[in-house]
């Protein structure tokens, strides 16, 4: 199935049944048994949706996360009316994605070591930038920086936030300023993008990781695949502005799946703060190596 | 030269004016009195019509294909430019051009985008959509800016940022990012002014300034009003109503605090007098280059992040 048709479908959460049909292979699969890894389809590997708190859980130590801004609430700055008003959208979303906002801020520990950690979710009106994400995401890397914590930040993004227009658009400028200073500390960034992250996300923070990691065939572009299509009037390459497209023209760093993913990130910390090596394990029995 | 419907009785106008004139000299009369009162009728409808101009309306003169280009204000403003050209990575991006200028007695660096006055200008200059190479141009010129000391000042005209299979292999999102975060700590000066189309990610990638300022029929929008309506009113025919509700134009960007400063037009829009536009801009960069100057580079870079620092509408319970 191409990318694009692949994308453009509508997501509905898993339902709580017993067992669903795969939405990237098209087997049937156990809803436990998706649960119980990761989420991840036993048959294909599809990587489903992580919720922010999935995702924290996931990537954190048991019980150590502990969140920052929980009740920052967005604004309607531009009084903006699309198929219902923005107050009621926000509504609908809190109600959908049982979150305030499409950032979930705060600090806790990966494999024992201490870090900033900032999680998008994407079902909160898809991921998309405003003012609460730019100002929690400002006030998490400002926090990293203060208290000299390594930072992850996991994107899930349709970009920036259209009802809130220009006041969207400038977090990508607060977002990457606050970057600038948290860089300026000598202190590492990691960015994770998932599916899809796309837009003014990847156009600001989400881009600016010393280390970008990405999900196995996560979207990641500027533009969205319907907008190039559109302008350029030819069809898109096969895998175009998935993970390991990026991987191939040196965007990213690494394609992770997300079992590997917190001893990845965990591996890549050790290195950049420098920490000690842990004993090597026990050498193997001399038979090992004649071969 | 285009002519949009609501400029139409200004346009009437206008043609009496110089038939009448034609006509005078050619009988050898003297249609003093009449001409006046004519060129004073055109003045008061063009300020009426332009004052009441609907927000899409203002898209479309920041739109128009004979409004000056960054290259007509070099032309006019500068007494000398230096073009510095490509990336070092991959390409020269003649969507976005860049060099040393001499504006008003100041040695200055510009930048901005440049679209095409023809459709053979346009096939070079992309419509001023730059590619990363553009961005990437842009910043290896702001930095060696930075390094001689040199004031910066930033032309924004683009419909946005090119969406295309090369932008993305080559990493659009990635070289505005770059952009986003180093233009914070440039330690000159950097002033710029939305002159035509503020658009989106392909605007602020070189809009980081100490100030933003803006003419009075230009806009600056997260996306277009079009391509608002296709996704969120899902009729990309309802333009008109997008432009109203993304508030973009300059009047309201002052408002939220986005730019410092609106920069008047001539009666009739910059494109109807390029010369006496260009004079209007002089003066407004002029002053805001002279208060900047005399800031050191700290609090340049200090002020230049408050400045987006600030920007966000929320609540705290
Ligand atoms: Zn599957």
């Not at chain 2, 043609?15 to 009728?41: M, P």
């Not at chain 2, 679209?115 to 290896?140: I, S, T």
């Amino acid at each position: 199935m191409s990318l694009f048709s692949r994308i453009r479908r509508r997501r509905p959460p898993i339902p709580d049944g017993l067992w669903l049909k795969c939405q990237s292979c098209a087997e049937i699969i156990y809803v436990k048994a998706l649960n119980e890894n990761f989420k991840l389809c036993p048959k294909c590997n599809h990587h489903y949706l992580l919720s922010a708190r999935e995702r924290i859980d996931l990537l954190c130590d048991a019980d150590s996360f502990s969140e920052m801004d929980a009740v920052m609430l967005p604004g309607d700055p531009l009084n903006f009316v699309d198929a219902i008003p923005y107050p009621e959208k926000q509504a609908k979303a809190r109600e959908k994605s049982g979150e305030n906002e499409a950032l979930v801020t705060g600090t806790g520990t990966i494999e024992a070591i201490p870090f900033a950690l900032g999680v998008m979710d994407f079902t909160y009106i898809g991921g998309t930038m405003g003012s609460v994400v730019g100002e929690k995401a400002a006030r998490l890397i400002e926090l990293a920086r203060d208290r000299r914590l390594p930072l992850l930040i996991v994107s899930a993004s349709g970009g920036v936030r259209m009802h809130e227009s220009i006041i969207g658009l400038m977090q990508m400028a607060k977002t990457s300023g606050a970057l600038f200073y948290y860089k300026q500390a000598g202190l590492p960034f990691l960015s994770l993008l998932t599916n899809p992250t796309t837009g003014g996300t990847t156009a600001s923070f989400a881009s600016l990781g010393d280390i970008i990691l990405a999900e196995p065939n996560a979207l990641i572009g500027f533009a969205g695949p319907r907008v190039i299509k559109q302008t350029i009037r030819q069809d898109l390459p096969k895998g175009f502005q998935s993970a390991e497209f990026l991987l191939e023209h040196g965007m990213i760093d690494m394609v992770v799946p997300r079992p590997q993913l917190k001893a990845t990130i965990a591996g890549l910390l050790r290195y950049l703060l420098r920490l000690p090596v842990e004993a090597p394990p026990e050498p193997a029995p001399a038979a090992a190596s004649a071969a | 030269m285009i002519t949009y419907d609501f400029e139409k009785p200004i346009v009437e106008l206008e043609k009496k004016i110089s038939e009448l004139r034609k006509y005078a000299a050619e009988v050898n009369i003297d249609a003093a009195t009449e001409l006046g009162s004519l060129e004073r009728k055109r003045d008061v409808l063009s300020q009426e019509v332009y004052a009441g101009l609907e927000p899409f309306q203002r898209v479309q003169v920041a739109r128009h294909p004979q409004r000056p280009y960054l290259q007509d204000y070099l032309r006019l403003l500068c007494t000398d430019f230096m073009e510095l050209h490509g990336d070092r990575r991959f390409a020269d991006d003649q969507a976005l051009l860049g060099g040393f200028a001499t504006l008003a007695g100041r040695r200055v660096l510009v930048l901005g985008h440049q679209k095409g006055r023809d459709v053979k200008e346009n096939m070079r200059r992309n419509f001023g959509m730059a590619h990363p190479e553009g961005y990437r141009k842009a910043l290896r010129l702001m930095t060696l800016a930075d390094r001689a000391g040199l004031p910066i000042v930033s032309f924004i005209d683009t419909p946005g940022a090119y969406p295309g299979i090369g932008a993305e292999e080559r990493g659009q999102a990635e070289a505005i990012a770059v952009n986003l975060r180093d233009m914070i700590g440039l330690g000159v000066p950097v002033l710029c002014v939305v002159i035509g189309e503020g658009g989106s990610g392909g605007a602020l990638g070189i809009g980081i300034g100490n100030r933003v300022l803006i003419m009075e029929n230009a806009y600056y929008s997260v996306i277009s009003p079009e391509g608002c309506a296709s996704i969120l009113f899902r009729d990309a025919k309802r333009a008109a109503e997008a432009a109203t509700a993304l508030k973009l134009t300059a009047k309201d960007l002052l408002q939220f605090g986005i730019v410092e400063e609106i920069i008047a037009e001539p009666i009739g829009g910059a494109h109807r007098h390029p010369e006496h536009a260009a004079q209007l801009v002089k003066a407004a960069l002029v002053r805001h280059l002279d208060e900047l100057c005399a800031m050191p580079p700290d609090a340049l870079r200090q002020q230049r992040y408050e400045k987006f620092r600030r920007v966000g509408v929320f609540s705290e319970a």
